[in-house]
């Protein structure tokens, strides 16, 4: 009997050491390290409507091309590494995203100078970019209009309602969905 008590001890003595070391260990990515900070959309065309709180108001054409950049800071602590990001669909039968691209923005400048990130329109896909703590990422994601006819007459389709990060961080990974009304796309016909 003292036998098996002493072996279920020293069993329960190892599993409680291998415990203690492996917590030193443990890496997770933080919960939600960006906050979104600045919108910054592609040009407007012919029939278009303005850019609001609530979104952009765009006239659908087929074989459109349009590109929103979302600035995002990281608030957390540490450097996290974007790797990058897929948008929720309503419709992907008119409003396809093509590519989403990621890079590391400037620091912010001093005075009244605006940098925005917004760049050519590209069906390349992002390259993992690691943000330092107190840095932004520029994310921009590239859309592509088509089937245009599919619309209601005088309706309208809301699209780009959330986009949810990838990322990496302290050996763990992650991801973040993050909803911003005013980058949302109003399409009408």
Same mark, same amino acid.
């Given at each position: 009997?003292?036998k098996?008590?002493?072996?279920?001890?020293?069993?329960v003595?190892?599993?409680?050491?291998?415990?203690?070391?492996?917590?030193?260990?443990?890496?997770?990515?933080?919960?939600?390290?960006?906050?979104?900070?600045?919108?910054?959309?592609g040009?407007?065309g012919?029939?278009?409507?303005?850019?609001?709180?609530?979104?952009?108001? =765009?006239?659908c054409?087929?074989g459109?091309?349009? !590109?929103?950049?979302?600035? #995002? +800071? /990281?608030? %957390?602590?540490?450097?996290? @590494?974007?790797?990058?990001?897929v948008?929720d669909?309503?419709?992907?039968?008119v409003?396809?995203?093509v590519?989403?691209?990621?890079? =590391?923005?400037?620091?912010?400048?001093?005075?009244? !100078?605006?940098?925005?990130? #917004? +760049? /050519?329109? %590209?069906?390349?896909?992002? @390259?993992?970019?690691t943000?330092?703590?107190?840095?932004?990422?520029?994310?921009?994601?590239?859309?592509?209009?088509?089937?245009?006819? =599919?619309?209601?007459?005088?309706?309208?389709?809301?699209?780009?309602?959330?986009?949810?990060l990838?990322?990496?961080?302290n050996?763990g990974?992650?991801?973040?969905r993050?909803?911003?009304?005013?980058?949302?796309?109003?399409?009408?016909?």
């Amino acid at each position: 009997m003292r036998k098996s008590l002493a072996a279920f001890m020293f069993v329960v003595a190892l599993l409680l050491v291998g415990a203690a070391c492996s917590a030193g260990k443990t890496s997770h990515a933080p919960a939600q390290p960006f906050v979104a900070v600045s919108l910054a959309a592609g040009m407007s065309g012919v029939g278009d409507g303005p850019s609001t709180p609530t979104g952009d108001h =765009l006239r659908c054409r087929s074989g459109r091309h349009y !590109a929103q950049d979302l600035t #995002l +800071r /990281n608030r %957390s602590g540490i450097p996290v @590494t974007l790797t990058g990001g897929v948008l929720d669909w309503p419709s992907a039968l008119v409003v396809q995203r093509v590519a989403v691209q990621v890079r =590391l923005a400037p620091p912010p400048p001093n005075g009244d !100078a605006v940098i925005t990130g #917004l +760049r /050519n329109w %590209s069906r390349s896909a992002a @390259t993992p970019v690691t943000i330092p703590p107190g840095r932004s990422a520029w994310v921009q994601s590239n859309f592509l209009l088509r089937n245009c006819g =599919l619309l209601m007459p005088h309706g309208r389709l809301i699209t780009n309602r959330a986009v949810t990060l990838t990322f990496t961080a302290n050996g763990g990974q992650g991801n973040q969905r993050l909803s911003v009304p005013s980058a949302r796309i109003i399409l009408t016909r």
